[in-house]
């Protein structure tokens, strides 16, 4: 497996390629390598916490690219810059964490997200090309907080559609719909699946809302 630029395409509906799972997990593999073996950047072999998800972690057609979530620690107070730069990531603030991961990963040729801007700083996408077995995937890796919400949400999201067909199949109904309708510009496409996604995730605030309201009555 080798990395290469990200090339901006307009967003298609290809079949599941099963193969895809294979390639993150190599993928993840090799970035956990990378960060466990790397003493540049100051990381000191520091891994942080990766994970396949999105379409193809639950094995719908879509736009056939791979995400992947690089999970960090929550911040702690902004006082390391004033330290010295060569310590464990666990000490860095949320902001230097970010800055030194896509410092690294920008040496892999990971290059921020292309198109539309959808994405905070202190929550990038970092896209690339990997190569395996002669093939090209387009993969897109997302910096979240670890314990977050949207942490939260990504898995039970990915969960739910894989204890569900039914789901599954709505999902890649309203995709190739998107795509039918001439929607292919990624922002207006991630849009136009908002509703979708909001319903199932709805599931989990509803939860996470009665599990704060018992709490709060005992």
Known sequence: MHFSLYHYSPAEY?????????????LIHALRKHFALSTSHNINGIVPVI???????????????IDIAMYLSPSTPESARAQSMCQSLENLSHAEKIELLMMALTKLNFVFEHGAKQFDIHRPRLDVTVVSEEKSYKVHCHLLVQGSIEQQKQRYFRQRLLMSPVLRHQYEELKQQIVGAGITEHLQYGQAKRHFVKSILAELDEHLWSHTTVKAVT
């Open 51 to 65: 994970e396949h998800i999105g379409s193809t972690a639950i094995g719908v057609s879509g736009k056939g690219i």
């Open 14 to 26: 290809a079949a599941y390629d099963p193969m895809s799972r294979v390639v993150a997990q190599r």
